[in-house]
């Protein structure tokens, strides 16, 4: 399973749009990059998942350059309860029978008022 | 749809007493199911995963355990507890498509 990199943390203010990079240098050809928040004493909540370019839904954006060695989580205009760890991981979806999300420590994003 | 159950929530037991965590999954067969352990301010911990009914893959070695009776429950044990053992366990379960969905947890204090 490729190994993910990411800030510690970071901090924001309301309004403001959060991109919060990760890096995954050997990451597998079949492997997918998902993200995940998490809020204090809670599970993990699947935000967003991609291969390659650009995907969006209702919560976030996730950016994905040709090389796929990184990825860029973009939280557009957020709000106090944006403020939560977000997690990158990378693993092969369609391994259902093999995969385990290995997580790393995650981003912590501060967003103030 | 399906969800994922898990209880208790919270848990306070004290060092050498025995643990029993439940997890079940509804609206769904066959899952892959799995629990984690996060320690205060830390990341997630894959403890143990589980591929079907009787099937355990153990990622730590620990004074845990982990068993899977039925194909929707998935249950973590221990024998006797260690302070070591305390933090927020959780289950997490994946279906065919792509994304693992977890339970609301269980913060066990030992002490």
């Known amino acids: 399973l490729a190994k993910t990199t990411q800030p510690i943390s970071m901090d924001s203010y309301e309004g403001q749009e959060v991109n919060i990079t990760c890096s995954h240098n050997n990451i597998a050809t079949n492997d997918y990059i998902t993200w995940y928040q998490q809020f204090p004493s809670q599970g993990p909540r699947f935000i967003i998942q991609?291969?390659?370019t650009k995907v969006t839904n209702e919560v976030a954006s996730l950016f994905i350059p040709a090389d796929r060695k990184s990825s860029t989580l973009s939280l557009p205009r957020v709000s106090l309860s944006d403020t939560a760890v977000y997690y990158c991981?990378?693993?092969?979806?369609?391994?259902?029978?093999?995969?385990?999300?290995?997580f790393g420590t995650g981003t912590r994003l501060q967003v103030f008022p | 749809s399906q969800t994922i159950h898990q209880w208790p929530a919270t848990l306070v037991q004290p060092v050498g007493s025995p643990l029993s965590l439940e997890c079940t999954v509804e609206g769904t067969s066959n899952p892959n199911l799995y629990w984690y352990r996060q320690a205060a301010g830390r990341g997630l911990q894959l403890l143990f995963y589980s591929v079907g009914i009787g099937q355990i893959s153990s990622e730590v070695p620990q004074n845990l355990s982990a068993s899977r009776p039925q194909d929707r429950q998935f249950i973590l044990s221990s024998k006797k507890l260690l302070l070591s053992d305390s933090g927020f366990y959780l289950c997490?379960?994946?279906?065919?498509?792509?994304?693992?969905?977890f339970g609301s947890g269980t913060r066990l204090t030992v002490v």
């Open positions: 991609g291969y390659k």
């Open positions: 991981l990378v693993g092969d979806s369609g391994s259902y029978n093999t995969d385990k999300l290995i």
């Open positions: 997490a379960w994946r279906g065919v498509n792509y994304g693992y969905t």
